[in-house]
């Protein structure tokens, strides 16, 4: 059965370990595939393609592979792991799905609209989750969540995982209570007092008042 889901093309791989270096060089990007009763694989992606079909996808997109022309299967991108430094792709974990198995996953949220507490009144926009965890079918699952934050309108209002929005299809996993976001008020900037002291116009200041003193108590 055709699908619309993206496709991505892959090769068994035999160069394991240290030895993958060589793979990086020339384009390839190394990979494994696994999942329950499946057992592990080690295959080679094109490094550019997953690039591309990436940034067109979320964290818990299915993708169907297919390695070395066989039948594609469906398997989520489970794990990427990049160079701290370059942020390169450096190797992704594959997990072969059935489509009639839920699966776990963490999900981010993104909010919409905007805070009249962080636009108009300057303060700032403090996150406390993230992400939440949701339970669905393979291709149920969503590639986030919205959070609408336009009711954020003073500092005394917290949103929480309650307030998301939540496809029918997928369960929440994540404690409906906990604290997603608020609005911080701004940081008010403490003006140390200014210690002045005022003399009396035409009154003498420091040894001249003391001259004086003594000329009077001499006189």
Same mark, same amino acid.
């Given at each position: 059965?055709?699908?619309?889901?993206?496709?991505?093309?892959?090769?068994?791989?035999?160069? /394991?370990?240290?030895?993958? #270096?060589? /793979?990086?060089?020339?384009?390839?990007?190394?990979?494994?595939?696994?999942?329950?009763?499946?057992?592990?694989?080690?295959?080679?992606?094109?490094?550019?393609?997953? *690039?591309?079909?990436?940034?067109?996808?979320?964290?818990? %997109?299915?993708?169907?592979?297919?390695?070395?022309?066989?039948?594609?299967?469906?398997?989520?991108?489970?794990?990427?792991?990049?160079?701290?430094?370059?942020?390169?792709?450096?190797?992704?974990?594959?997990?072969?799905?059935?489509?009639?198995?839920?699966?776990?996953v963490d999900v981010?949220?993104?909010?919409?609209?905007?805070?009249?507490?962080?636009?108009?009144?300057?303060?700032?926009?403090?996150?406390?989750?993230?992400?939440?965890?949701?339970? %669905?079918?393979?291709?149920?699952?969503?590639?986030?969540?919205?959070?609408?934050?336009?009711?954020?309108?003073?500092?005394?209002?917290?949103?929480?995982?309650?307030?998301?929005?939540?496809?029918?299809?997928?369960?929440?996993?994540?404690?409906?209570?906990? #604290?997603v976001v608020r609005?911080?008020?701004?940081?008010? *900037?403490?003006?140390?007092?200014?210690?002045?002291?005022?003399?009396?116009?035409?009154?003498?200041?420091?040894?001249?008042?003391?001259?004086?003193?003594?000329?009077?108590?001499?006189?």
């Amino acid at each position: 059965m055709t699908t619309t889901r993206p496709k991505l093309a892959a090769s068994e791989r035999q160069i /394991l370990g240290k030895h993958v #270096a060589s /793979l990086r060089r020339s384009g390839s990007l190394p990979a494994v595939i696994y999942g329950r009763d499946v057992p592990s694989q080690s295959i080679t992606l094109d490094a550019h393609d997953f *690039e591309m079909l990436h940034r067109k996808t979320g964290p818990n %997109a299915l993708v169907d592979v297919s390695i070395d022309g066989h039948k594609a299967a469906p398997v989520l991108i489970h794990a990427i792991q990049r160079d701290p430094v370059h942020q390169r792709v450096l190797h992704v974990d594959l997990l072969a799905v059935r489509m009639t198995d839920e699966l776990t996953v963490d999900v981010p949220i993104v909010f919409t609209g905007t805070s009249p507490a962080v636009e108009v009144s300057g303060g700032t926009l403090l996150h406390m989750t993230d992400t939440v965890r949701v339970r %669905a079918l393979p291709d149920r699952l969503p590639q986030s969540l919205p959070l609408a934050i336009d009711s954020l309108v003073d500092y005394e209002i917290t949103l929480h995982v309650r307030d998301l929005v939540v496809p029918a299809d997928v369960v929440l996993l994540t404690d409906p209570e906990e #604290a997603v976001v608020r609005v911080q008020a701004p940081r008010q *900037e403490e003006v140390a007092p200014v210690a002045a002291e005022t003399v009396a116009e035409g009154a003498p200041e420091g040894d001249e008042a003391a001259d004086s003193s003594t000329e009077s108590t001499e006189s």
